[in-house]
């Protein structure tokens, strides 16, 4: 406490109250300062004229003390470093900071003044250029702080450079209980683009209702910023957070081939994304065109400051110098594989780059320096993939169904796998227009099949049958994708039955053509056998059905349930929640960098000719298929883990079980590991909400709270603002499930789809990502049969993804799988604002102690040899969910947010 300097008289001490004004400090709950009343009068300070209050009743009188305060700034240079805008700017850049007039900086009071109602004004000083170090600049600045002030709420910055700044943090030092900081962790935009200045709140958070006096406006505003006015193209610097339908996957200028529906609206029911407001196609003024920047709100690319996009930085490297120079290289686009041993040859002797135009020897070696091994005579580059750990452990693994089996457990897509609670299957498209729609699978096939455990009859009842089931989703799009060339579709089922030890085993595949004007219906079932000829017809049918999974994962289980739908969160969290809102300061980790991967994924990834319609089965009907999944499929009360398994029969409620579910199957490593950690976000997520909102009237009482919601249901989400399964924010109960279920999604349901595609996609014809030919019995009147005959191997590899498609993906894979070196992962370390309350630090220690945990309890189960599913001879180990992971490409590890 900063005592207060007596002025001695003759007369009585007064009784007037002494007023206190409080700084917040990092650890602690308030930094208070107590002032004693004045004489009469009028005091200068820092040139400004402050009144003082006349109500003097004491005949002792104080001067209220002021308080000398210390500011530091540090700045963060751009990727080129401190002097890489060389040029005029660049020198009267220079001049400003010689000068002192870089950053201005005005501290601002939280309360009002007592005396007329009005905010108090700023304290402002500049900050001088103090030098660099460790890379990193620093700015300081020296302010009074006036006795009476009050609690500082914000710090307001005007950058006066030429070019905008990479803000770390501003402390400032001086008060007696130790320093203050203020997290920044944002670009602020130079004076010259934006002549308003930039708000940065402390870190003690306020529902509405609670905003003190000095700062409700400077809230209001800091939000009408971040909405803007819905007009004009986006500019590079801003940061403003508006929705738009993705009309900017086609390029319709530059080539009919490349129309694409708009995806958002009544026709394609979809997510929205980030405006861009860029100019319209002159062909067709629905589309946006794609000339300039794909536009995200500054704060959301990180990436010319972040190590951690080592990543992006690869993606882009892959989209942009590596496919072409394979093109270049692979001069047959068509051109498969003719041998296994021709696959193996990318891990064992790889593939000779040549470099491309412009660029000398080493480039490729720079940008992907895991991928690309340098020769030393000549300097030659080569790229050369990394075997697999599941193709590392066991060589043939793919090839057994065992394996593709336990997959749909403890692999990659463990979201598709359901309980059969109806049978016989039946299809609940047209059957005027695709055929009739009873399944040929039926139970004297069943029964064959299983035969010696039990009959299809009581394997039903004691829940024992299990599938996979794209056949209406894919049926309608068979004779479109077959019209394109270099692939073909198939609607499918594939059925397990769960065997004694807990692991399932694949007992039939069927695949079904629709009718055509032309053709009539074809479908036709295929098992294991147990010759020669349906033993590989198996294995044709089982590929089919991993390159459709595949597809489902990719378009479906990883993009659109966890990227897509995940970016309106983002922006309705920006346009209504302040920063000053627990709940925004709550939700900020899991929305890092996601709106930027998201738009580089427009840019090169899911867009027309892109690498998704380039390399997957559904190729120019990709995100129209992903459209209709959302349609179809996308509820938002079902995106949480414990309603997606028991909607999918893989559990039901059950108060006595551990979570308050009994799963269906004991061994799912994917539920088992997924429920420690759903609890562990629940736990953490309630003893958060319950803090700040003591009771159920406050939560639907917050009216930026409520706007937030509001926005996600009627705008982010807008094709489905009418449905009547969306949750409610009346309660504390409700706001713990709706906030529970977003940061599961953007943590470990996307952690669970992403960080092992290069373990089982590594090696592609574990998941091929497209089939090219179809089954060779599908046409008997031509010579397929007759080569599959002969020579079935070679069909099938004819059918596999050719060698450019093949290799670009394996090498996307790789990038995608890829953890940077400073990675955020859930539960690890704390954000400052969490910190500033004792309350808070020790929840968050609570879950990050259960985090580390988890570890523990998964490490334990996976050298359980009972664990069929996750343990065994050349199993690897199911680790997806380990909450913690060093860099690199390991196979575990949940990051806070959707980073890559």
């Not at 690869?314 to 686009?333: K, Q």
């Not at 595949?550 to 659109?560: A, D, F, P, S």
Request: proline residues 6%; charged residues 25%; negative net charge.
């Amino acid at each position: 406490m900063v005592k207060p300097q007596l002025n001695q008289s003759n007369h009585a001490p007064s009784t007037m109250a002494l007023p206190r004004f409080s700084i917040p400090g990092q650890g602690s709950p308030m930094i208070s300062v107590r002032s004693l009343s004045t004489f009469p009068c009028q005091t200068k300070m820092n040139g400004q004229i402050f009144a003082v209050s006349n109500n003097i009743q004491a005949v002792v009188s104080t001067q209220e003390k002021s308080t000398s305060i210390k500011a530091v700034v540090t700045v963060k240079p751009t990727v080129g470093g401190f002097f890489s805008n060389l040029g005029l700017t660049r020198g009267l850049d220079v001049i400003t900071d010689l000068l002192g007039r870089t950053l201005l900086l005005e501290l601002v009071s939280a309360e009002l003044d007592p005396k007329t109602g009005l905010e108090k004004k700023p304290i402002e000083a500049f900050a001088r250029c103090g030098g660099h170090k460790d890379d990193e600049l620093k700015y300081e600045a020296e302010f009074e702080i006036p006795g009476g002030y009050g609690e500082i709420g914000a710090v307001l910055v005007t950058n006066e450079h030429h070019k905008e700044m990479f803000m770390d943090d501003i402390i400032l030092t001086g008060f007696a209980s130790g320093p203050i900081t203020i997290k920044c962790n944002s670009w602020v935009h130079a004076k010259s683009d934006n002549p308003d200045k930039r708000i940065f709140f402390t870190n003690k958070s306020y529902l509405p209702s609670q905003t003190p006096g000095g700062l409700k406006r400077m809230r209001e505003k800091e939000l009408e910023i971040l909405r803007g006015d819905g007009q004009g193209e986006r500019k590079a610097f801003e940061r403003i957070y508006d929705y738009d339908v993705y009309n900017d996957l086609g390029n319709p200028d530059e080539s009919d081939d490349l129309v694409r529906p708009v995806l958002g609206g009544k026709e394609h029911p979809y997510p929205r994304r980030c405006r861009t407001g860029r100019p319209r196609s002159e062909k067709d003024p629905e589309s946006e065109t794609r000339n300039g920047n794909f536009y995200v709100p500054r704060d959301e690319a990180f990436s010319e400051v972040k190590q951690l996009n080592f990543s992006v930085k690869t993606f882009r490297s892959v989209v942009r110098a590596l496919l072409p120079s394979l093109v270049t290289l692979l001069v047959d686009s068509e051109l498969g594989f003719p041998y296994f041993t021709d696959i193996d040859s990318l891990f064992d002797d790889g593939l000779s780059l040549p470099s491309p135009p412009n660029e000398g020897k080493g480039f490729f070696k720079l940008l992907l320096p895991r991928l690309v091994k340098t020769l030393q005579e000549g300097g030659e580059e080569l790229l050369r993939f990394d075997l697999p750990e599941m193709i590392e452990r066991d060589k043939f693994s793919w090839f057994r169904d065992e394996e593709f089996a336990r997959q749909t457990l403890a692999g990659l897509n463990p979201f598709s796998i359901q309980l059969v609670t109806e049978f016989p299957f039946v299809s609940k498209l047209d059957p005027k227009i695709y055929g009739p729609p009873e399944s040929a699978i039926t139970k004297e096939l069943i029964n064959c099949a299983i035969k010696g455990y039990m009959t299809a009859d009581e394997a039903l009842e004691r829940k024992k049958l299990f599938v996979i089931d794209y056949h209406d989703l894919l049926l309608p799009y068979v004779h479109k994708v077959r019209e394109l060339e270099g692939t073909t579709l198939y609607g499918s089922r594939t059925l397990f039955f769960l065997m004694p030890k807990g692991t399932l085993r694949p007992i039939a595949i069927e695949l079904t053509r629709p009718a055509s004007p032309t053709q009539p219906q074809w479908k036709m079932v295929f098992t294991p056998g147990f010759d020669n000829t349906d033993s590989w017809l198996w294995k044709f049918a089982k590929a089919h059905v991993c390159a459709h999974d595949t597809g489902y994962h990719e378009l479906i289980t990883h993009w659109l349930r966890t990227h897509c739908c995940t970016e309106p969160y983002i922006i309705a969290a920006n346009r209504q929640l302040s920063a000053l809102h627990p709940i925004y300061r709550l939700l900020l980790p899991h929305f890092r960098y996601t709106m930027e991967i998201n738009a580089l994924a427009r840019e090169a990834l899911i867009n027309g000719n892109g690498i998704i319609e380039t390399s997957f089965t559904q190729k120019k009907y990709s995100m129209q298929f992903s459209s209709d999944a959302y349609d179809q499929l996308w509820r938002f009360d079902m995106e949480s883990l414990p309603a997606d398994l028991i909607r999918r029969g893989m559990a039901v409620e059950d108060p006595t079980a551990e979570h308050g579910l009994k799963l269906t199957i004991e061994d799912y490593p994917f539920a088992n590991d997924g429920l420690l950690i759903w609890s562990a976000i629940k736990q953490w997520v309630s003893d958060y909400v319950t803090h700040y909102y003591p009771d159920n009237s406050q939560v639907s009482s917050d009216s930026e709270l409520q706007a937030f919601w509001a926005d996600v249901r009627t705008k982010g989400h807008a094709d489905k603002k009418d449905e009547p399964w969306w949750p409610t924010l009346n309660t504390t109960d409700d706001l713990i499930h709706v906030l529970t279920t977003i940061i599961w999604v953007a943590s470990a349901h996307h952690a669970s789809t992403n960080f092992g595609q290069y373990t089982y996609g590594g090696y592609f014809p574990n998941r091929p990502s497209i089939m090219r030919t179809n089954m060779p019995t599908e046409d008997l009147s031509g010579n397929e049969l007759e080569r599959f005959w002969k020579r079935p191997e070679s069909m099938l590899l004819e059918s596999f993804p050719s060698q450019v498609q093949a290799t670009l993906v394996m090498a996307i894979l790789d990038v995608l799988s890829t953890h940077s070196s400073d990675e955020e992962y859930l539960g690890n370390l704390p954000e400052s604002a969490w910190t500033d309350s004792l309350v808070i630090k020790a929840a968050f220690e609570k879950f990050h102690g259960r985090m580390e945990e988890i570890e523990g309890i998964i490490d334990e189960r996976n050298s359980n040899m009972n664990l069929r599913n996750r343990t065994g001879a050349g199993v690897v180990p199911y680790e997806l969910m380990k909450p913690f992971s060093e860099a690199g490409r390991t196979g575990k590890g949940i990051p806070y947010s959707i980073s890559i």
